[in-house]
């Protein structure tokens, strides 16, 4: 697996087992989730953890079925650890409910009032030993109870029952003489001595394994230190009280038991006793019940690591022949990639990985090669998982250095590619891929002439012209390992390009289309289509074609079964092809899908892409405002969660900057002020940063944002000018071709009207014949989506022929821009249509009419969602 699906498999495992919590909680069910003994987890336990909490937290109903507990010893916790952080960000969130309770020592009261009914005697008279046991254990329910054991005890017979008194009897100055260490061990050590060599034995063994010890686990021991049945010595242990049993588990009674056990053997033995645990349980695993023998595998190996120095300069506690190194190596390399595969445990793979390299010769890339490499892609692999960067950087770099085929050094090259990604360096990213691409023989050409790619793209269109949907299915299957190599380059670097120029986004989809054209198809082909469809939609304003490919590219993701593909693909074919063919609605349904199947999958970029996108469609379709909200602030809030970890997260400032514009139809100050406090941003310190991306990327489409949403804003409240200065400034940003996207059909309708009504103010012809070139191009996108775009070719044609003085003409588009937008379900469009169609009225001499038209407008607006904008219309 590569870095990129190892991730998505992480993420995967993680939404389900969210949605598998918000499923069971969400029917009325109750659900306790106890986390004990926190301060031990590892960095990947709290990580996944706070994602959890934070899903959970976020949404609303589930919630208030689900009980989540966490104790920890906050004595064992620094200032800088995770838990603390991961506590902190989940108290940041109003909607949760947290008390902390602070369990200290019993208090000198609290104990007597305990001691009194077990000792049947009132508290005035247990008061004085309760105050020399308060003395020795300071409140410690553990500690006081192996103390009274020890007063109690044969040997001390300080504590005794008297027959002749029928009472407790003890003697309070000899209690206090007893010397006592400052914890818990001492005493447990004395106890321990007391216990039959055999059984200590047996607890000694069952110590290696930490707290807690399964039978069948330890069952396979038999013989070891000549104790031929582990498992009844270890029944003993219950019955004094050091362990408790559970099924087949046996658990030490407090972890101070197994910390005192486990140090009764001497730490010279103790590593050379591990690596003897590690080998029988290799060597008898295949006994074990088929169930457990993964588990038992990766606790045999976990234990010859023991043999490895703790720190660097340290020697090893027991030496291995060169052979047996190799061996161990081996068993890492299969113990990690298990953890990975199996559970998605990557801190425990991260430590067998390391382990395996640990236990390689300094000689191994030469005479143990295949194992090296795998091994250290594997750990790199784990890296990149992990965010760990930095030293990911330091090992892809051995890898790069010491790997002998460029075959070789495929999997860390495309490693960094992600890693640069990932850090947000879109031009770092890019220039390793194009020098990849060189060295395999496909060189990507950086610059090229607008002519010279118009050339190529309508080649390759002649060529796929007959392509269809059976000729895809049954067309030959790459099997070039170089050129395979070259699509999964080029597919990994499409979205870095995104920030660059449309040039090098259209070389990059006829470079990957004329290799699944020479060499067949592969998995890529899918996104090889799409970017060409986008390509011809986009730039070249080729709608039918593009669809077409579009359309093709699901025909391949089909074939190959390729749904952790899905979010990719879907995202260009919904959001940007089939908008122009299909019913809005039609294109958010498949979004959403996408979406879906990308959280499924673990495909969190991708995901993320389909849902902005989908958030985009829905404003654009005239969906409820407060559903839009709603699912751009959850989507808003899951992006602040990656921020924190200093990660890049595109399309974060421009999904905050749409929040903030829908609030503002919506009309609550109140939201605002919320939404400012939640993500300690506000609307002006998020353009600032979109600003900022602008200046570090030079992406254009950064500034495009900020003018859009202002725009959007400007309009609906009739403050033509600044839209018309919006739209001005929008262009003077586009590079040399202009890019058509769904967003540019709301901006055309926003631009032409502001246009033709301002032209009426003003009496300016110019903006009147804008106006109508942009009536006449909103007309042709009618032909091509009549769905979608006849009711505002409508609008602009009333708008255009009020300009012009053609009253009866005007009202009879009107109207039928009323009818096609109630037709297209499109409520804010309709709204819009009869609020012109009312002002048309009220200007022309018919103030009542106008009025009866704004009513109705107002209760569209207000079904909408648009409050703000409805209180406009009412106060008119």
């Not at 090992?395 to 010491?402: A, E, G, P, S, T």
């Not at 749409?658 to 503002?664: A, N």
Request: glycine share 6%.
């Amino acid at each position: 697996q590569s870095g990129n699906e190892v991730l998505m498999s992480q993420r995967r495992r993680e939404y389900l087992f969210s949605a598998f919590v918000e499923a069971v909680s969400s029917v009325g069910r109750p659900i306790l989730i106890f986390y004990d003994d926190v301060q031990w987890a590892d960095a990947s336990a709290l990580e996944f953890l706070q994602k959890m909490l934070m899903h959970i937290a976020a949404r609303n109903t589930p919630r208030r079925n689900i009980m989540f507990c966490v104790a920890y010893r906050d004595d064992e916790l620094k200032e800088t650890d995770l838990l603390r952080r991961v506590t902190s960000g989940i108290e940041s969130y109003d909607s949760v409910n947290i008390t902390k309770i602070k369990l200290g020592g019993l208090s000198k009261r609290t104990l007597n009032n305990i001691l009194s009914p077990v000792l049947s005697l009132p508290r005035r008279i247990t008061s004085p030993l309760s105050e020399v046991i308060y003395q020795k254990t300071t409140g410690n329910i553990f500690f006081v109870i192996e103390f009274l054991k020890t007063l109690e005890s044969p040997n001390k017979n300080i504590l005794t029952y008297s027959l002749a008194k029928r009472r407790w009897m003890w003697d309070t100055g000899c209690i206090a003489m007893i010397p006592i260490s400052d914890n818990v061990v001492g005493l447990l050590v004395k106890k321990l001595r007391s216990i039959e060599k055999t059984v200590l034995d047996s607890l000694i063994i069952a110590s290696c394994f930490g707290s807690q010890v399964d039978l069948s686990v330890v069952t396979l021991l038999s013989g070891m230190k000549r104790i031929f049945d582990i498992g009844a010595n270890l029944c003993v242990a219950v019955d004094e009280g050091v362990l408790e049993k559970a099924g087949p588990l046996f658990m030490f009674a407090h972890d101070s038991i197994q910390q005192s056990v486990y140090e009764v053997t001497p730490k010279s033995e103790l590593v050379q006793l591990h690596v003897r645990i590690g080998l029988m349980l290799i060597s008898k695993g295949a006994f074990a019940p088929r169930s457990m023998q993964d588990d038992i595998f990766t606790i045999a190996v976990s234990h010859i690591n023991m043999a490895l120095p703790k720190s660097v300069g340290d020697c090893a506690a027991v030496e291995f022949t060169p052979s047996q190194s190799i061996a161990s190596a081996n068993l890492n390399l299969t113990a990690g990639q298990k953890a990975v595969n199996g559970k998605s445990d990557f801190a425990q793979a991260e430590v067998h990985f390391k382990s395996g390299i640990s236990f390689l010769p300094n000689n191994s890339w030469e005479n143990h090669y295949h194992l090296t490499l795998e091994l250290f892609n594997e750990y790199a692999n784990v890296l990149f998982v992990q965010h760990n960067l930095d030293e990911l950087q330091s090992h892809i770099d051995i890898i790069l250095k010491n790997a002998k085929c460029l075959e070789d050094k495929i999997k860390a090259h495309e490693l960094m590619i992600s890693a640069l990604s990932w850090k947000g360096s879109a031009k770092g990213a890019m220039d390793h891929a194009t020098l990849v691409l060189d060295l395999l023989g496909f060189t990507f050409l950086l610059s090229t002439t607008s002519e010279r790619v118009s050339e190529i793209v309508s080649s390759l269109r002649s060529m796929t012209e007959t392509f269809t949907a059976d000729h895809l299915r049954i067309f030959p299957l790459m099997t070039d390992q170089v050129a395979l190599q070259a699509m999964k380059i080029m597919s990994a670097f499409h979205m870095q390009l995104s920030f660059s120029s449309t040039t090098m986004i259209q070389m990059l989809a006829c470079q990957m289309l004329q290799l699944t054209i020479k060499h067949g198809l592969c998995v890529e082909s899918a996104e090889a289509f799409a970017n060409f469809g986008y390509c011809l939609v986009t730039v070249f304003h080729n709608y039918e074609d593009g669809y077409r490919m579009g359309k093709l590219s699901l025909i391949i993701l089909d074939r190959f079964k390729a749904t952790n593909r899905v979010a990719k693909v879907y995202y260009l074919v919904y959001g940007f092809l089939a908008v122009w063919k299909e019913p809005l609605h039609a294109t958010i349904e498949g979004l959403k899908y996408a979406a879906h199947i990308g959280l499924v999958e673990g495909d969190c970029k991708y995901t993320r892409f389909n849902q902005m996108m989908m958030f985009r469609l829905m404003f654009m379709a005239g969906c409820n405002l407060s559903e839009v909200r709603d699912g751009l602030l959850q989507l808003c809030l899951d992006m602040l969660y990656e921020r924190s970890k200093k990660t890049a997260v595109p399309g974060f400032n421009s999904s905050l900057g749409i929040l903030y514009m829908i609030v503002s139809l919506a009309g609550k100050s109140q939201d605002e002020m919320k939404i400012c406090s939640t993500f300690c941003l506000s609307r002006e310190e998020n353009e600032k940063e979109l600003l900022e991306q602008y200046a570090a990327t030079n992406n254009a489409s950064n500034v495009q944002i900020i003018y859009m949403q202002r725009l959007v804003k400007s309009f609906w409240f009739r403050d033509y000018d600044t839209a018309m200065d919006c739209c001005k400034k929008y262009e003077s940003h586009t590079k040399t071709v202009h890019l058509v996207r769904p967003p540019d059909i709301m901006r055309s309708l926003y631009f032409g009207l502001s246009s033709l009504i301002l032209s009426r103010r003003r009496n300016e012809e110019e903006l009147i014949t804008r106006g109508r070139e942009i009536l006449l191009k909103m007309r042709g996108w009618a032909k091509i989506n009549n769905w979608y775009i006849e009711n505002k070719a409508l609008l602009l044609e009333a708008e255009y022929s009020y300009s012009k003085g053609e009253t009866e003409k005007a009202k009879a588009a009107y109207e039928k821009s009323i009818q096609s937008a109630h037709k297209h379900n499109l409520i804010h469009e309709e709204a819009l249509a009869y609020e012109l169609f009312g002002i048309f009225y009220t200007e022309g001499g018919r103030p009542s009419k106008g009025n009866e038209l704004l009513k109705i407008a107002h209760g569209l607006y207000l079904q909408w969602g648009a409050r703000k904008k409805a209180k406009q219309i009412f106060e008119e």
